[in-house]
């Protein structure tokens, strides 16, 4: 995790490290607000740093680390509010939003900072990949809150999709990485495992990379994350008429509050997504809560208080029967 122990002076750095210990696995943010105690949110609760408060000095060098002392060359991203780091560790920032003809032009005086620690998870969407492959890859769409583990599912499903699994042969693969979570490009290289049939567009708006890739590549399945706008929808919707198979996420906590979204009318109308995979935030990152099928038919078994059968949940253990997939 150096990449993200840089960010900080060495006092707060080498407390951090004490704090955190061996339990980066577990570490989903780091919350820097400045003249309070930093707040750690591991899988199983939230921690505070009572020992390094940081003040103005440490948030500016917060941010010469994050610009590497040139914040004119991250204009765009300072105006979305976000900016992606070497591992894909996503940093947010908050401070005062410089508005012109009612637009964000530039947050100044920047005095707040979530720092969200990307997982590699090999093998974590194993046990989807039945639901989302029957005979061909289904338009698919996992929906889950933030913190849910979206992104490391979609990651590691790529990875499956690009090299094969058992007796389902390797596809073509275009991943639309808009934001630099999935792939946490260097220089055009993926640092993450995105398989060996994968092709990114990395940093490139969603909707303009879909046509951009299909244009280019020739993908077989297309991976895009957190799509929403009426942008992406349109994108979405021409991809998947040209006969490429479309995998993507969308922040939400159920189906109901999708379909009350004006820009994602068209997606249900014609019933674009075959498959609906939905993640419970009261699980671990990256668990399954239910699975629909196009008609919304849910398609998870459901327990049935044996002693015998296998326990599907991501911890591959044998017991009784939770978090089937």
């Not at 005086?109 to 090999?122: M, Q, S, V």
């Not at 061909?136 to 769409?141: E, G, I, M, T, V």
Request: glycine letters at 8%; proline letters at 3%.
């Amino acid at each position: 995790m150096d990449e993200i122990m840089r960010l900080f002076p060495a006092g707060i750095r080498q407390a951090l490290k004490m704090k955190i210990g061996d339990r980066w696995d577990y570490l989903q943010e780091i919350r820097v607000r400045l003249h309070r105690p930093l707040e750690l949110i591991f899988d199983d609760g939230t921690e505070w740093l009572q020992s390094s408060i940081p003040g103005n000095e440490d948030g500016i060098y917060v941010i010469n680390q994050l610009s590497e002392f040139s914040l004119y060359r991250m204009e765009d991203e300072l105006r979305e509010g976000y900016i992606t780091i070497e591992g894909g560790h996503r940093v947010g920032i908050a401070g005062k939003v410089i508005t012109s003809n009612s637009r964000v032009k530039a947050i100044k005086n920047i005095t707040f900072f979530n720092i969200r620690i990307a997982k590699e998870k090999i093998g974590s969407a194993s046990l989807i990949l039945r639901h989302v492959f029957k005979e061909k890859y289904l338009n698919s769409l996992i929906i889950g809150p933030p913190q849910t583990g979206k992104t490391t599912l979609i990651r590691d499903l790529t990875r499956l999709i690009a090299n094969g699994s058992g007796n389902i042969e390797a596809k073509k693969v275009g991943v639309v990485d808009e934001r630099s979570e999935i792939g946490a490009s260097i220089k055009g290289i993926p640092q993450h495992n995105l398989g060996l049939r994968t092709d990114v567009m990395d940093g490139c708006p969603k909707a303009d990379g879909m046509m951009m890739l299909i244009r280019s590549m020739s993908p077989e399945v297309m991976v895009v994350d957190e799509i929403g706008s009426r942008q992406d929808i349109v994108a979405l919707m021409e991809a998947v008429n040209t006969g490429v198979t479309i995998i993507c996420t969308i922040h939400g906590s159920n189906m109901e509050e999708l379909k009350r979204r004006p820009s994602l009318k068209p997606v249900f109308e014609q019933r674009i997504f075959e498959r609906f995979i939905l993640l419970d935030r009261k699980k671990r990152p990256g668990q399954v809560g239910k699975i629909f099928d196009q008609n919304e038919n849910e398609l998870l078994q459901k327990s049935r208080c044996g002693t015998d059968e296998v326990d599907w949940s991501a911890t591959f253990n044998r017991h009784s029967h939770f978090d089937r997939v």
